[in-house]
């Protein structure tokens, strides 16, 4: 089982920038497709980004895309989430998660990942 440790948020004012990080320990994810994920209050998890286990195969939300960017660093076994031109509708809690099964392409579904992290607060102010 591997674990999942996001950093990197904070409040920040809309416009701004952030970078997330999501630090993997337990085994090596560089086979595994990694996506992120948020939750804002009273509304349901949704997909943010994900990436496959081959670089260049990412996907993004519609509500993120020329905005955010998803990238890893496999010698270091993280993941990072750029987020520029933050706005206020982007608040909400940040998870990073792991696909359950290696060497697939990168799903947007949450049932696809198997490891969660505890999550990371964004908080972007008008």
């Known amino acids: 089982q591997v674990q999942l440790v996001e950093s990197g948020g904070g409040l920040v004012q809309a416009g701004d920038s952030l970078r997330l990080s999501c630090a993997a320990s337990?085994?090596?994810?560089?086979?595994?497709?990694m996506g992120w994920f948020r939750q804002a209050p009273g509304k349901e998890r949704e997909f943010v980004a994900g990436i496959g286990w081959h670089d260049p195969n990412r996907v993004y939300a519609d509500s993120v895309k020329g905005r955010f960017t998803i990238s890893r660093d496999n010698t270091k076994n993280t993941v990072y989430l750029q987020m520029n031109s933050l706005e206020v509708e982007d608040t909400a809690i940040y998870y990073c998660?792991?696909?359950?099964?290696?060497?697939?392409?990168?799903?947007?579904?949450?049932?696809?990942?198997?490891?969660w992290g505890q999550g990371t607060q964004v908080t972007v102010s008008a």
């Open positions: 998660a792991a696909h359950r099964t290696p060497w697939l392409v990168v799903s947007r579904r949450t049932t696809d990942f198997g490891s």
């Open positions: 337990g085994r090596t994810v560089s086979t595994y497709g």
